[in-house]
């Protein structure tokens, strides 16, 4: 319980306080090592918003270096939640805001894992990757298993067509935000920014 709110309180500060992006480093570390490996699903949803959150006070470089170093921990768990957060971070920012490359570059080591939640998670992550660069993802990961490859490919042909859209923006950007908003109100799909 205590860290429940220890994480409710970090997560109220990182959204109000202005100087909050000075701690980035320290409390997304501090998530991937010892939130991310708790069995409280809570817990973990608690720690991905917080990510989520720096992001979107303009720290996102430090809380994707942070999530890449999670990728290499030993324990399945802070893996799966790392990429799962890394997964969402892409689905609302946007790949504009979420570098790929670094991503790219150690998506095949996830796929090679012993562990199935962390291919499941890998699988859904490049699915998501596919949507925003779409066969530019291709290349990277030719030499994965040909069964997961084969499976992969089956999913990308289900993917919707349309480009995926920004849905949560930076506290820099919250003029495209009012514009999407109004978008989505007006039930419209013209462009965002």
């Known amino acids: 319980v205590a860290q429940l709110k220890g994480l409710e309180a970090a997560l109220a500060y990182i959204d109000r306080a202005h100087v909050a992006g000075k701690t980035t480093g320290e ?31 303009e720290k996102g470089e430090a809380v994707q270096e942070e999530l890449l170093k999670g990728l290499d ?23 504009k805001i979420v570098a790929l490359k670094p991503i790219v570059k ?9 562990e199935k939640a962390v291919r499941d998670e890998a699988r859904l992550f490049a699915i998501e990757i596919y949507r925003w ?9 030719q030499n994965i298993n040909s069964v997961q490859l084969k499976e992969l490919e089956e999913e990308w042909v289900k993917v919707s067509s ?16 009012v514009k999407f908003e109004q978008q989505q109100a007006a039930g419209g799909d013209s462009e965002t920014g």
């Open 27 to 57: 409390v997304v570390s501090g998530i991937v090592n010892k939130v991310f490996n708790q069995p409280k699903a809570r817990a973990k949803e608690l720690g991905i918003e917080i990510c989520l959150m720096y992001i979107e006070i």
């Open 73 to 95: 921990n030993k324990n399945p768990k802070i893996i799966v939640a790392c990429t799962e957060t890394l997964r969402k971070a892409l689905s609302d920012f946007g790949s």
């Open 106 to 114: 150690v998506l095949p080591k996830l796929f090679e894992s012993r």
């Open 133 to 141: 660069i779409r066969d530019a993802l291709r290349p990277p990961l």
């Open 162 to 177: 349309t480009a995926p859209k920004q849905s949560r923006f930076l506290r820099s950007q919250q003029d495209l935000k």
